[in-house]
């Protein structure tokens, strides 16, 4: 998902995030949702637009499973 204002792009890949929800809780931009399902556990990327680059989901997430690139 991409964040034009602020030149975000915020990459999740679902093939590994194992639903831990530590980006979700290091997150005070509430860019990120939970998604549960009987079987499967990941996040969304739900506002875009909310998110400031700050990166703190990238740096507590043990999975590599989320990406956030600020091109400026
Ligand atoms: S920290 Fe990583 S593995 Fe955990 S919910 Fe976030 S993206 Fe998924
Ligand atoms: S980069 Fe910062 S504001 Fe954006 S989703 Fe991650 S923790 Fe939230």
Same mark, same amino acid.
């Given at each position: 998902?991409?964040?034009?204002k602020?030149?975000?792009?915020?990459?999740?890949? =679902?093939?590994?995030?194992?639903?831990?929800?530590?980006?979700?809780?290091?997150?005070?931009?509430?860019?990120?949702?939970?998604?549960? =399902?009987?079987?499967?556990?990941?996040?969304?990327?739900?506002?875009?637009?909310?998110?400031?680059?700050? =990166?703190?989901?990238?740096?507590?997430?043990?999975?590599?499973?989320?990406?956030?690139?600020?091109?400026?």
């Open positions: 998902m991409m964040n034009k602020r030149d975000v792009l915020i990459q999740v890949d =679902l093939d590994k995030c194992v639903g831990c929800w530590k980006c979700i809780e290091r997150c005070h931009h509430n860019v990120l949702a939970k998604v549960e =399902l009987p079987l499967q556990k990941y996040i969304v990327v739900d506002s875009a637009e909310n998110c400031i680059g700050c =990166l703190h989901c990238m740096s507590v997430c043990r999975y590599q499973a989320i990406r956030v690139v600020r091109s400026r």
